[in-house]
């Protein structure tokens, strides 16, 4: 086999392939091999036919596809694995120049890893955003934790207020026509939640238990159901218990039993402790992020429409997982929002070509610097997790898969670019 290779237009590389007589003759004979078991012809059993005799028979370039796809398979990646510098990046396109008894000339054009070319990424001014925690942020986490414990207590004797917890039925028709998902009995609603209809819970408030109301709301115009969107509808409406949340309170014993913390304010200061901890990270994270996108918008790649494509299937995936998570099938959720997938693949490609001109540029710092993860980081990285939940480290590290042993040889990788950013440019 002898082979050439050529960069070729937009981040591709053109590489022609060609085959000897005696190389293509022994494609063909493994073609023979893998095919001889469709053919049957008369005097043979079938899959016993002699080669020559079905050339006879279906003409000399009867294997001929089948070995070109045979030769393709062997010969493309051989030289693949002769020449390193060529990362495909997605299948080529392939074409036949010669084809003939004599041998076999194909190229292959190959889409491969683009070229960067990197904007400064040393002595850049970053400046970092910190968050401090508020007497707010704390009261707030107080109050989530009261809110987990509070208690419903039925009411009587006053009508339905904001804040309420009541139990109705609903029936709901537009022009006189009840609609599918409009009636519902005994059912929940805290008012002044937002989780009807505009118009809806407002209305409720005021009434009393055991009165039935006849509402009357406007479906917005960008509403899920087609059916639906902008129609003005009537919902009859009973209303059967009020309850209202109690709060327990805000005790030493309280806390101490839900938390474990001594007095009130011993619990006040592990929240600010943990906020100004996740207000710490959450600000790294921000200035990780300025970092990359300084150095990106700074930088020059051109990016193949296969790795934007790519870049969005993994978007759409990990929707469509987050959505399943919800209990909502992705085909499910277009239709709702009045969407194809074309459009909404379509709505991605920014965002994609984004994610993607910045995955390569970190990649070519990492190739420029030689940033990598040794065995010894790995190790340590596991170790680390393994005294984290109480295992020995060695016994931890073999109950791991090769896919998770690659996230943490990634993490480390990652966690040693920004180390290196953070310490080569300027954070105001």
């Known amino acids: 086999m002898k082979y050439t290779f050529e960069k070729g237009e937009k981040s591709s590389v053109k590489i022609t392939v060609t085959l000897t007589a005696k190389e293509w003759a022994a494609m063909q004979d493994k073609a023979y091999e893998k095919t001889k078991g469709k053919y049957q012809l008369p005097g043979f059993r079938k899959g016993h036919v002699p080669k020559s005799v079905i050339e006879q028979a279906y003409g000399k370039g009867a294997f001929y596809e089948e070995a070109v796809n045979l030769a393709f398979a062997q010969y493309y990646y051989d030289v693949l694995e002769k020449e390193p510098t060529i990362e495909p990046i997605d299948r080529p396109e392939v074409e036949i120049d010669k084809l003939d008894d004599k041998g076999l000339t194909f190229t292959a054009v190959t889409p491969v890893k683009p070229d960067v070319k990197l904007g400064e990424y040393k002595g850049i001014n970053v400046e970092k955003v910190e968050y401090n925690v508020k007497d707010d942020d704390i009261a707030t986490e107080v109050n989530r934790l009261l809110e987990q414990h509070a208690t419903e207590e039925n009411v009587e004797g006053r009508p339905a207020k904001n804040g309420d917890i009541t139990v109705i039925d609903y029936s709901g028709s537009i022009d006189g026509v009840k609609f599918d998902g409009g009636t519902a009995e005994k059912q929940n609603l805290t008012l002044g939640s937002g989780m009807f209809i505009p118009g809806f819970e407002e209305q409720v408030e005021g009434m009393n238990i055991g009165e039935t109301k006849d509402i009357k709301v406007k479906f917005p115009d960008d509403y899920g159901a087609e059916d639906l969107k902008g129609k003005e509808a009537v919902f009859t409406v009973t209303l059967h218990e009020i309850k209202e949340k109690k709060l327990p309170e805000l005790t030493d014993e309280f806390v101490k039993d839900k938390t474990g913390n001594e007095t009130v304010e011993a619990y006040k200061a592990s929240v600010k402790e943990r906020l100004e901890k996740a207000n710490e990270q959450r600000a790294e994270r921000e200035l990780e992020d300025k970092i990359i996108k300084a150095i990106t918008d700074k930088s020059e790649v051109e990016i193949p429409d296969s790795l934007v494509e790519r870049e969005i299937d993994n978007m759409v995936q990990q929707a469509s997982y987050r959505l ?26 920014e965002s994609a070509k984004e994610h993607v001109k910045t995955q390569l540029v970190i990649d070519k710092i990492l190739t420029d610097e030689k940033i990598e993860a040794t065995k ?20 931890y590290a073999k109950t791991m898969s090769d896919k998770q042993r690659g996230y943490i040889e990634n993490g480390v990788v990652i966690d040693k670019l920004f180390k290196f950013l953070k310490e080569n440019n300027n954070i105001a």
């Open 324 to 349: 399943m998570y919800q209990g909502l099938k992705f085909e499910d959720y277009l239709k709702y929002t009045n969407q194809t997938m074309e459009a909404y693949r379509e709505g991605l490609k």
């Open 376 to 395: 010894e980081d790995v190790d340590a990285k596991i170790a680390e997790q393994a005294q984290s939940v109480g295992k020995d480290a060695e016994e």
